[in-house]
T-cell receptor, first 113, second 107 residues
Framework: DAGVTQSPTHLIKTRGQQVTLRCSPK?????VSWYQQALGQGPQFIFQ???????QRGNFPDRFSGHQFPNYSSELNVNALLLGDSALYLC????????????FGSGTRLTVV | KQEVTQIPAALSVPEGENLVLNCSFT??????LQWFRQDPGKGLTSLLL?????REQTSGRLNASLDKSSGRSTLYIAASQPGDSATYLC??????FGAGTTVTVRA
């Protein structure tokens, strides 16, 4: 039973650039949520995708956008990168309807220089 | 907006001691609560999930209780081991995480 897969695992980008992170949910899950985790902090909710639409959004600027594909996989895009965007980006999948909790991927470590 | 607080922020105990980790939340109208473990630089591993209709869940040495009326959940880890050293986070409903409690178990 494949868990949540995130790619890439590490990434270094320059300020002002754009980045795309990818997530494949656990088999049987249809909802994908993205989180940003700064060092020493708990995960902060960015947004959640279900049925290929953004269903909920946290307090993040429009530079953060996403997409969900028909196979339930998802992308997180960040434009005009800032140094403060350096963090661990976590993807979590879940099943709509009967709630069985989140399953998290190992994350993508983004460093903006 | 749901606020989640975990106290203490860090905890160091000798091997064999029982651990008690606390999670407080402000809005008692929650759907569920999930406890996670996170090793440095890694993703989150689910430990226990408590549905809103439940009072507790147990898995091996782990036991989590939920008291919605007081806005609290407690994670108990019995007979701690050095391998239990990690950060433990609670997530309330679907969106709100605490900052975590970092546990060090000394051999």
């Amino acid at each position: 039973d494949a868990g949540v897969t995130q790619s890439p695992t590490h990434l270094i980008k320059t300020r002002g650039q754009q980045v795309t992170l990818r997530c494949s949910p656990k088999s049987g899950h249809d909802t994908v949520s993205w989180y940003q985790q700064a060092l020493g902090q708990g995960p902060q909710f960015i947004f959640q995708y279900y049925e290929e639409e953004e269903r909920q959004r946290g307090n993040f600027p429009d530079r953060f956008s996403g997409h969900q594909f028909p196979n339930y996989s998802s992308e997180l895009n960040v434009n005009a990168l800032l140094l403060g965007d350096s963090a661990l980006y976590l993807c979590a999948s879940s099943k709509e309807g009967r709630w069985t909790g989140y399953t998290f991927g190992s994350g993508t470590r983004l460093t903006v220089v | 907006k749901q606020e989640v607080t975990q106290i203490p922020a860090a905890l160091s105990v000798p091997e064999g001691e029982n651990l008690v980790l606390n999670c407080s939340f402000t809005d008692s109208a929650i759907y569920n609560l999930q406890w996670f473990r996170q090793d440095p630089g890694k993703g989150l591993t689910s430990l226990l999930l408590i549905q809103s209709s439940q009072r507790e869940q147990t898995s091996g040495r782990l036991n989590a209780s939920l008291d919605k009326s007081s806005g609290r959940s407690t994670l108990y880890i019995a007979a701690s081991q050095p391998g239990d050293s990690a950060t433990y986070l609670c997530a309330v409903s679907k969106l709100s995480f605490g900052a975590g409690t970092t546990v060090t178990v000394r051999a």
